[in-house]
C-alpha cells in the first residue's frame, strides 16, 4: 500500500470511528437534552403529530383531539373546561403539561412500552400513530353536584369511595379554562399562563390536592382522638379537666373554646363529647399528655408527611416534628404548623369508614388501546391500617352525633345517617378562617367519604364557620350522590 493510499485509509477511519462516536453520544448521552431543548421546533411537532388518546369520564370525553390544519396536525380540546381542569390539566405547545395529560402522557400519546407493538405495527401498515384513552374514576353527577355546591366560593370538594379509594369528584375553585392553554401560539399560552399565574385566586392551584395549604383546624381533632383511642388508655368516655380557658405551657398565650367558656357544662368533659361540640381546650389538653410523637405517627398511618400519586403527585400534607408542649397543644386542634390538603382529610375520613384501613386513592380506572384492547386497569390498593376496627367505629359514633346533635348539624341528611366533623381554622391574627367538613355516609354502610374546603372565611372573613358554609355543601353534594 503506498503512501497516499495509507492516508486516505486512515482519513477514512477517522471519519468513520468520528461518525459513531458522535452517533453514540447524540443517541445515549445527549438525547433527552436535546428532546427537551425548547429551541428543538422538530420534537414539539412530533409530540403533536400523535393524535393524543382522549380522557374519558363515564365513557364521555372531557379531553381530546381533533384535526388542526397547521404545523401541529392537531388541536386538544378540554370539553366543559374548566368543572375537569383539576383532572385532566392540560399540555401547553410550550411549558409543562400538568394533570392526567402530564401524569398519564406515556399512554396517552402512544408511547409507553405495552403499546410499542402497536406503533410497530402502525408504522408498517402505514396507520397514523394513536395514543391511548384513559378512563378516570369521576363519576359526573357527583362532579356536576360538588362544582355547584361550592358555588363562587374559594376551595374544593373531594369525594371518594372509602372501599377502594377511587376519586369520584375533585373540584377545585376559582378555576380556569384549559383550552386557554393549547392555542398554537407559544405567545399566547405564555401570556395567558402568566395572566393566570398573577392571579392572587391561583387558579392554577389543584386546591383538591396542592396549593398553598391550609391548617385542617378541628377536623384534625378525628387523627389525634384516634392516637388517643389506640394507645389503649383512652375511650371516647375518657374525660379531661374542663377550665373555660387554657394557658400555653411556657407562655402566656391562651387557648379558648370556639364559643367562649367551658365545654359544655361540668368540670370535665368526655373525648367524645369535646368532638361533638368542636371544643379546642380538651384537645390542647390531651395533645400534651400524648405527646407530639404519637400525634405524628397517628397522622403518618393516615398519610400525612408524604406525597400520593393518584397519579398526579399531591402535596404532602405535614404534621411537623420536635415540637414543645405548647406547640403540642396547639397542634392537637389543627393550628401551629399543621397543614392539610382536602385529598388527606378525605382518607382520614375514608380510612375511619372503612373500618381502619386506608386505601391509596387514584383517579384513573383504565388505560384502553385504540383498538380497545385493556393496557391498564385500576387496582384497590391499601396504604395500610391506620386504626383498628374498634377505633373507627369509636369515631364513627361520636361523627354521627356529632351531624345528629353537634357542630355538623347542617350536614344532616334525612333518613340518611350521616358521619361528620367540621373545623373552623385559624390563620392569623385578622385574616380570614378556613372551613371544612370531612365525613362519609351512609354512616352504617360506607359508600362516599367527602372532605369540603373553603377558604377566604367562605366570603365572611372571621365570621364564617365550618357547620355554617362547609357542612351544607357537603350535605349538597351527598345527596346528589346517595339519590344518583
Known amino acids: 500500500m503506498n503512501r497516499e493510499l495509507k492516508r486516505v485509509s486512515i482519513l477514512t477511519l477517522l471519519m468513520v470511528g468520528t461518525l459513531l462516536v458522535s452517533t453514540t453520544v447524540i443517541q445515549y448521552f445527549a438525547a433527552d437534552a436535546l428532546n427537551a431543548d425548547p429551541r428543538n421546533s422538530r420534537t414539539l411537532y412530533e409530540s403533536y403529530s400523535v393524535e393524543r388518546g382522549p380522557i374519558l369520564v363515564d365513557g364521555a370525553p372531557i379531553a381530546y383531539s381533533e384535526p388542526s390544519g397547521d404545523n401541529y396536525k392537531f388541536q386538544r380540546v378540554y370539553t366543559e373546561g374548566p368543572l375537569y381542569a383539576p383532572v385532566t390539566g392540560y399540555i401547553p405547545v410550550n411549558g409543562e403539561a400538568t394533570g392526567i395529560e402530564r401524569a398519564m402522557n406515556e399512554f396517552l400519546s402512544g408511547q409507553s412500552s405495552s403499546q410499542f407493538f402497536d406503533s410497530v405495527n402502525r408504522l408498517i401498515t402505514g396507520q397514523d400513530p394513536q395514543g391511548a384513552s384513559v378512563d378516570v374514576t369521576i363519576d359526573p353527577v357527583a362532579q356536576q353536584a360538588a362544582w355547584d355546591a361550592l358555588g363562587d366560593l374559594q376551595g374544593a370538594v373531594i369525594v371518594t369511595e372509602p372501599a377502594t379509594g377511587k376519586i369520584i369528584a375533585m373540584v377545585s375553585k376559582p378555576s380556569f379554562d384549559p383550552n386557554s392553554m393549547v392555542v398554537h401560539n407559544g405567545a399566547e399560552v405564555q401570556q395567558t399562563f402568566d395572566a393566570l399565574l398573577a392571579d392572587p385566586q391561583d387558579p392554577l392551584f389543584n386546591r383538591a390536592i396542592g396549593g398553598d395549604m391550609n391548617p385542617p383546624g378541628s377536623v384534625f381533632?378525628?387523627?389525634?382522638?384516634?392516637?388517643?383511642?389506640?394507645?389503649?388508655?383512652?375511650?371516647?368516655?375518657?374525660?379531661?379537666?374542663?377550665p373555660g380557658s387554657f394557658t400555653l405551657p411556657g407562655s402566656t398565650s391562651v387557648v379558648t373554646n370556639a364559643g367562649g367558656g367551658r365545654c359544655g357544662g361540668g368540670d370535665e368533659v368526655t373525648i367524645a363529647d369535646a368532638i361533638r361540640l368542636s371544643c379546642n381546650i380538651p384537645f390542647a389538653e390531651l395533645g400534651i399528655e400524648l405527646g407530639d410523637t404519637a400525634i405524628r405517627e397517628q397522622a403518618e398511618k393516615f398519610g400525612f408527611n408524604v406525597t400520593h400519586a393518584i397519579p398526579m403527585e399531591s402535596e404532602a400534607s405535614v404534621y411537623p416534628r420536635g415540637l414543645d408542649d405548647a406547640q403540642t397543644a396547639l397542634s392537637a386542634f389543627g393550628q401551629y404548623e399543621v397543614r392539610a390538603t382536602p385529598l388527606q382529610m378525605a382518607m382520614v375520613s375514608a380510612g375511619i369508614a372503612n373500618g381502619g384501613?386506608?386505601?391509596?386513592?387514584?383517579?384513573?380506572?383504565?388505560?384502553?388501546?385504540?383498538?380497545?384492547?385493556?393496557?391498564?386497569?385500576?387496582?384497590?390498593?391499601?396504604?395500610?391500617?391506620?386504626?383498628?376496627?374498634?377505633t373507627a367505629r369509636q369515631l364513627t359514633d361520636i361523627m354521627i352525633s356529632g351531624v345528629e346533635s353537634g357542630a355538623a348539624s347542617n350536614a344532616r341528611i334525612d333518613g340518611v345517617s350521616v358521619a361528620g366533623k367540621t373545623g373552623t381554622a385559624q390563620n392569623g391574627t385578622d385574616d380570614p378562617y378556613t372551613l371544612w367538613f370531612t365525613g362519609f355516609a351512609p354512616a352504617d354502610n360506607p359508600q362516599y367519604a367527602i372532605t369540603v374546603l373553603v377558604e377566604d372565611g367562605g366570603g365572611l372573613g372571621q365570621s364564617g364557620y365550618g357547620n355554617l358554609i362547609a357542612a351544607p355543601i357537603a350535605k349538597q353534594v351527598l345527596e346528589a350522590v346517595l339519590n344518583e
Do not use: C, H, W
Open 357 to 390: 384501613i386506608v386505601m391509596r386513592p387514584n383517579v384513573v380506572d383504565a388505560v384502553i388501546a385504540p383498538d380497545l384492547s385493556p393496557l391498564e386497569s385500576f387496582e384497590r390498593m391499601e396504604l395500610g391500617r391506620a386504626v383498628s376496627q374498634q
Open 221 to 242: 381533632k378525628l387523627v389525634v382522638a384516634a392516637a388517643a383511642f389506640e394507645s389503649g388508655e383512652y375511650t371516647p368516655e375518657s374525660t379531661l379537666p374542663n
